[in-house]
């Protein structure tokens, strides 16, 4: 097999040359990968940190020279303590039965330290000394409390604070579970803190960041960073990646500030997961908190489509195979590990200390095992290893009750079924040396996996790795992130512990030949899709996405720098407007979609020009229109997409479709209704030329699921039926309308008409052009001003408007109908001062 860590990326800068790359990725991150210790004047005392390996050894290998990227890692200094940071590790040993677990024997010693004042020069210390660190350049962000001004010191107080908002709200509901309500002033500062914290990660990497920089953001601590990042670089290349699940939308809308975090993470061009499920999830999210569009890869979001997949991660497989293997102390411990538990099976549980990892659930399947099968009591040991938090979070109190459950179970278990020789749970609180562990692993008859909800399970990966000889079975989880991608494992439901015991039995009984097959699967699985691998594809996904991008750069927001005089000097103007997402937002009910009076004083000022032609051409009927713009009679209307017209000053509509063949319409509306039925909140719009089926009151995807189903359905009734008709799709909407009409249609005729004169109003054409849309109806119009002949470029303006994402022939975007009213607005009162 070849090593995959070997294999050097293709030059992005070669492959992608229209996105002008630096070759630089700057990694953000929550932690550095040190516990660091402070004493003042001396060098910072740097131990390495538990945790996120997979992650570490991503931005090791691109720090590389196996890799064609230049890197920088960007990260909080974690908590600082006084002094050292070291911590000490117990070997696994057996405990008398019926004892109950001791307190940690290798928990991080946390001196108490109130008020660090941290000088500029312990500042530039610790930053030279992590940027000597071998896997690559290494940038603190700094989180004080406070700063004295009178010698640029920074006080640090109370360093748990930045960790509160993600750990007690996001971690917890991400991970399916109900934090208890807090009050409202410490949610409040909790909030506060974390968007703190972002801005100064934003603050931190615009320090370092060059244009062509790639910007990768990991994990929930930072959702806002993106959002950040794009506010003060608007072109910036940048990728979001969760490494912890990302929950069902019932769940995420317990969250207060939710839209403000889907709109921090929307701020990226790609959004990765561990899993296809939370990719899901978070498109889910985003359709019925922000009422945006999506699909199974992507977003729109603020004029641009926002790309989201799913990359299993993986871990530095050679580099595990190498340390389990080649390393004389592992196996001086495997031979301690097979004297201790002679002649038993055992079985190895390796789980972070907290509820979702299902060790709890774990101990109770493995009670039922012993019952079920008695044969194999004093044969059959469960070791469990529970590792504590490596953070100063004040979560102490829970990790010590979720200990006092497991510790009980433990009790019980060894009660019931252990004796004076013989302990069937072997439960260690601690952390092991990388060596103990490597050993545990190759040494294992079974590993069991109970997590109620993980995101990628690294120990289920280092695993496999250790058993390349041994080919012992793996029973893992459904509700990990990595059972997806390990299909040849052991799934077991964590809640059903009758068939946890059934599979452990299985797994004690499989054959030689059963586990070598199993083990080759996943083994095969492991060393192809490594970390090195994971960190490629993400990131070659991620050029993809913005090369494809291309009408998210090609629509600039509107400069109004030069609007006013261009529009100061033209004679003969003409305004194109869609009314729905263009001059009012889009609501839940149509009916609601009302003018504000702000709106209709100004296009009346706009109207009154005798040197203007201001004309509103919306898919609304007659009625509507009339009802709410009539009164301006200086207005033209144009209704259902241009079947009908009103002229300025004019109060009697045209049919410009009286003559057309209308026999479509019943078939059609027979299809309509149907959906109708089969989609509560859904209604059918029958206009006189056109059909219009509206679900945006229905359920977002149960409407969009119908939505698609129904425009199949129609394509193939128009094809049989031979109508000249076509399906348009709008926002949230379905219509049915012939050929003739669009809106590209009346916009010809009225550029060409007040063009060329045709209003007799002595042989000027047009000098000023503003069009303006905002979703696919409206680019027949921004067609038909391409395709206009003798319109001078520089004065034609046509503009997309807010959140579809798709405008591909806009020259200009504004974010929302209330940007359009304020620039309609400046443009009235230069016209009331020059007329």
Not at 27 to 55: C, H, M, Y
Not at 205 to 215: H, R
Not at 607 to 624: E, H, L, M
């Amino acid at each position: 097999m070849a090593d995959q860590a070997d294999i050097v990326d293709a030059d992005p800068k070669a492959s992608h040359p229209s996105l002008n790359l630096s070759g630089r990725i700057i990694s953000a991150t929550f932690d550095i990968p040190f516990r660091v210790g402070f004493t003042p004047d001396q060098e910072w005392d740097l131990k390495p940190r538990r945790g996120n390996a997979a992650l570490y050894d991503s931005f090791t290998y691109l720090s590389s020279s196996k890799s064609s990227w230049n890197h920088t890692f960007v990260g909080w200094t974690g908590e600082i303590r006084c002094g050292s940071a070291s911590t000490t590790a117990t070997p696994v040993s057996p405990q008398p039965p019926g004892q109950k677990t001791a307190e940690f024997s290798s928990r991080p010693r946390k001196p108490s330290c109130v008020g660090l004042r941290i000088k500029p020069l312990d500042r530039r210390g610790l930053e030279k000394q992590l940027e000597r660190n071998i896997g690559g350049k290494i940038v603190p962000v700094w989180l004080a409390d406070e700063v004295d001004r009178k010698d640029d010191t920074y006080v640090i107080k109370n360093q748990t604070r930045w960790r509160k908002f993600a750990e007690k709200e996001l971690y917890t509901v991400f991970h399916y579970k109900s934090g208890e309500p807090a009050d409202g002033p410490s949610a409040k500062q909790a909030w506060a803190d974390y968007y703190r914290m972002n801005q100064l990660f934003a603050q931190r990497i615009l320090e370092v960041y060059n244009p062509g920089d790639i910007i990768i953001v990991h994990d929930y601590n930072l959702m806002l960073l993106p959002g950040l990042l794009r506010q003060k670089l608007p072109h910036v290349y940048t990728g979001f990646f969760l490494h912890i699940p990302f929950p069902s939308s019932e769940y995420f809308r317990c969250i207060g500030k939710r839209k403000e975090l889907l709109e921090g993470v929307l701020g990226a061009n790609m959004i990765g997961f561990q899993a296809d499920g939370y990719s899901r999830h978070f498109s889910s999210c985003c359709t019925r908190l922000l009422d945006v569009e999506s699909s199974a890869t992507s977003i729109s979001f603020n004029g641009k489509q926002v790309a989201t997949d799913a990359f299993p991660i993986g871990i530095d497989a050679m580099g595990c195979e190498k340390c389990a293997y080649t390393d004389a102390t592992v196996v001086e411990k495997m031979a301690g590990i097979r004297r201790l538990y002679a002649g038993k099976k055992m079985i190895i549980g390796r789980d972070r200390l907290d509820t979702v990892r299902g060790v709890a659930q774990k101990l109770q399947a493995f009670e039922i095992f012993l019952e079920r099968y008695p044969e194999w009591h004093g044969k059959a040991v469960l070791i469990q290893i529970t590792s504590p938090s490596d953070t100063s979070t004040d979560s102490s109190e829970g990790e010590s009750k979720v200990l006092d459950k497991i510790s009980d179970l433990a009790t019980k278990i060894n009660g019931l079924y252990g004796s004076i020789s013989f302990t069937p749970v072997q439960h260690f609180p601690q952390y092991l040396d990388k060596e103990e562990y490597f050993a545990l692993l190759r040494v294992a008859d079974v590993a069991l996996i109970t997590s109620v909800r993980d995101g990628m399970n690294t120990t289920s990966l280092e695993y496999v790795v250790c058993q390349k000889d041994n080919h012992s079975p793996l029973i893992l989880s459904e509700f990990s992130g990595t059972s997806g991608s390990l299909t040849g494992a052991i799934h077991v439901n964590p809640w059903d512990l009758g068939g946890v015991a059934e599979a452990l039995n299985h797994a004690l009984l499989m054959t030689a030949d059963a586990r070598q097959e199993q083990n080759r699967q996943l083994y095969n699985h492991v060393v192809t899709n490594n970390i090195q691998t994971w960190t490629n594809r993400y990131i070659n996904r991620l050029l993809e996405t913005l090369d494809s991008s291309n009408h998210f750069f090609t629509t600039p927001i509107l400069t109004t720098s030069n609007l006013p005089e261009v529009y100061t000097t033209a004679n003969k103007r003409l305004f194109l407007f869609d009314y729905d997402g263009t001059l009012t937002p889009i609501v839940t009910r149509p009916e609601d979609a009302l003018p504000t009076p702000r709106l209709i004083s100004t296009l009346k000022a706009l109207a009154a020009d005798p040197k203007n032609a201001v004309w509103i051409i919306s898919g609304r009927d007659q009625t509507f229109l009339s009802a709410i713009l009539g009164d301006i009679a200086e207005l033209g209307l144009s209704a259902e997409h241009g079947s009908f017209m009103r002229r300025p000053r004019k109060s009697d509509w045209i049919n410009c479709a009286e003559d057309e063949d209308m026999t479509w319409q019943k078939p059609i509306s027979d299809i309509f209704l149907r959906y109708t039925d089969d989609t509560p909140g859904s209604f059918l719009e029958t206009k006189k030329v056109a059909l219009t089926w509206h679900y945006r009151l229905a359920d977002p995807e149960h409407g969009l699921a119908m939505e698609s189903a129904c425009y199949d359905e129609l394509e193939i009734a128009i094809l049989r039926g031979g109508w000249d008709v076509e399906v348009m799709r709008g926002k949230m909407n379905l219509e049915v309308r012939p050929r003739f009409v669009n809106k590209g249609v009346i916009a010809g005729k009225l550029i060409k008409e007040y063009n060329n004169c045709g209003d007799g109003d002595g042989g000027e054409g047009l000098d000023f052009v503003l069009c303006v849309g905002d979703d696919g109806t409206d680019e027949d119009m921004f067609r038909a001003l391409r395709l206009a002949n003798n319109l001078d470029g520089e004065r034609v303006f046509s503009v997309s408007i807010g959140y579809g994402g798709k405008q591909t022939l806009a020259g200009w975007h504004l974010e929302e109908p209330e940007d359009v009213v304020g620039v309609l607005e400046g443009l009235a009162g230069i016209g009331v001062g020059t007329t």
